[in-house]
């Protein structure tokens, strides 16, 4: 885009890229002299990434190194520290180094972390936790972000070329700015219950758009989808009809105080001592009856069970014939 300031600029061309993000070299620096002030910034780490911390800190270092930023792990505080050196010459490296550190403490492995430092790369920590009071429907909304074996947060990653991962209550996410600006739309309206494949579907028209030349000045609106928002009706638990109590116009009988109990089983006029020995063997019958409940359930399984008496098939038409023969001589006597 050619200025329109009437004073001419002959290096004001439009074949320049204004968006490109030229890398700051030393001799950027003009007066080549260390900054005034020492800047620097902290993290705090959760407990358990403090032993793979401790694994990848000299890879860190030797990173940090090549922008001649300082940096130190504190394990006892549980803390990271990055600040610049007399060394450093690019005043905004120090701001990539502390997206580097906080990537690192929200569990981005170390190799997607470092890629922070390169000109064109950036990153958002996006909190979710506290958008959901329900902890059983924060867990729900999370899980619909990552979706079924991860295939819709892969899906993101594919149209916002971005990284993203989600985290306890974070959601990190590192990428190109525009990518980033649509990563925190999809998470904010997935956690406030708005399911991230109607901006997935839109996100995909808009690529699909964005490659022909001749929609490059045109509105875009009536190629994308208009989902509209529908309360579902969910069934009414059935309310239990309670059965009218008979009207009488006396109050109830008044219940007995503790105090009135006690002295009808004589226990208020006991001593303290009398009433913890009653109490022990109360507790004491108890547990006999208990044990013997358990005894018995585990007899159970010891018991025979009813077996039907076997009757051979061999010896029951001999005891007929038996029975025939008696019946022979009884004739015989006759």
Same mark, same amino acid.
């Given at each position: 885009?050619?200025? /329109?300031?009437?004073?001419?600029? *002959?290096?004001?061309?439009?074949?320049?890229?204004?968006?490109?993000?030229?890398?700051?070299?030393?001799?950027?620096?003009?007066?080549?002299?260390?900054?005034?002030?020492?800047?620097?910034?902290?993290?705090?780490?959760?407990?358990?990434?403090?032993?793979?911390?401790?694994?990848?800190?000299?890879?860190? /270092? =030797?990173?940090?190194? $090549?922008?001649?930023?300082?940096?130190?792990?504190?394990?006892?505080?549980?803390?990271?520290? %990055?600040?610049? /050196? =007399?060394? /450093?010459?690019?005043?905004?490296?120090?701001?990539?180094?502390?997206?580097?550190?906080?990537?690192?403490?929200?569990?981005?492995?170390? *190799?997607?972390?470092?890629?922070?430092?390169?000109?064109?790369?950036?990153?958002?920590?996006?909190?979710?936790?506290? %958008?959901?009071?329900?902890?059983?429907?924060? %867990?729900?909304?999370?899980?619909?972000?990552?979706?079924?074996?991860?295939?819709?947060?892969?899906?993101?990653?594919?149209?916002?070329?971005?990284?993203?991962?989600?985290?306890?209550?974070?959601?990190?996410?590192?990428? *190109?700015? $525009?990518?980033?600006?649509? %990563?925190?739309?999809?998470?904010? &309206?997935?956690?406030?219950?708005?399911?991230?494949?109607?901006?997935?579907?839109?996100?995909?028209?808009?690529? #699909?758009?964005?490659?022909?030349?001749?929609?490059?000045?045109? &509105?875009?609106? =009536?190629?994308?989808?208009?989902?509209?928002?529908?309360?579902?009706?969910?069934?009414? !638990? $059935?309310?239990?009809?309670?059965? $009218?109590?008979?009207?009488?116009?006396? !109050?109830?009988?008044?219940?007995?105080?503790?105090?009135?109990?006690?002295?009808?089983?004589?226990?208020?006029?006991?001593?303290?001592?009398?009433?913890?020995?009653?109490?022990?063997?109360?507790?004491?019958?108890?547990?006999?009856?208990?044990?013997?409940?358990?005894?018995?359930?585990?007899?159970?399984?010891?018991?025979? *069970?009813?077996?039907?008496?076997?009757?051979?098939?061999?010896?029951?038409?001999?005891?007929?014939?038996?029975?025939?023969?008696?019946?022979?001589?009884?004739?015989? #006597?006759?």
């Amino acid at each position: 885009m050619v200025s /329109t300031n009437n004073k001419d600029k *002959p290096w004001d061309t439009p074949d320049i890229d204004k968006w490109t993000i030229e890398e700051f070299k030393p001799e950027d620096n003009a007066s080549g002299l260390p900054f005034m002030e020492e800047s620097s910034f902290m993290t705090l780490f959760p407990k358990y990434r403090e032993k793979y911390l401790k694994s990848i800190w000299n890879s860190v /270092t =030797r990173a940090l190194d $090549k922008h001649h930023i300082g940096c130190t792990l504190d394990l006892v505080e549980g803390s990271m520290t %990055v600040k610049t /050196t =007399r060394k /450093t010459y690019d005043p905004a490296v120090i701001l990539k180094a502390r997206d580097l550190i906080k990537l690192l403490a929200r569990s981005v492995p170390f *190799p997607q972390a470092v890629k922070i430092l390169e000109d064109d790369m950036a990153c958002d920590v996006i909190k979710i936790g506290n %958008v959901v009071t329900n902890k059983e429907r924060f %867990v729900k909304r999370r899980q619909r972000l990552v979706g079924p074996n991860g295939n819709t947060l892969k899906a993101l990653e594919l149209l916002t070329k971005c990284y993203i991962l989600v985290q306890g209550n974070t959601v990190s996410v590192m990428g *190109p700015f $525009k990518g980033l600006k649509e %990563v925190r739309r999809v998470v904010e &309206d997935c956690m406030k219950n708005v399911h991230p494949i109607y901006h997935i579907k839109e996100l995909m028209i808009k690529r #699909e758009l964005a490659k022909k030349p001749e929609l490059a000045n045109e &509105d875009w609106s =009536r190629f994308l989808p208009m989902f509209k928002k529908r309360n579902v009706a969910r069934k009414k !638990p $059935k309310k239990i009809r309670k059965e $009218k109590k008979v009207y009488t116009p006396f !109050p109830p009988a008044q219940l007995p105080r503790k105090v009135d109990l006690e002295i009808e089983s004589g226990e208020y006029f006991l001593s303290k001592r009398e009433k913890e020995i009653k109490r022990r063997e109360e507790r004491k019958e108890h547990q006999e009856e208990k044990q013997k409940e358990r005894d018995t359930e585990r007899q159970k399984d010891y018991i025979a *069970p009813k077996e039907e008496k076997y009757s051979s098939s061999i010896s029951r038409p001999a005891k007929k014939e038996k029975k025939s023969h008696h019946d022979d001589e009884d004739s015989v #006597e006759e």
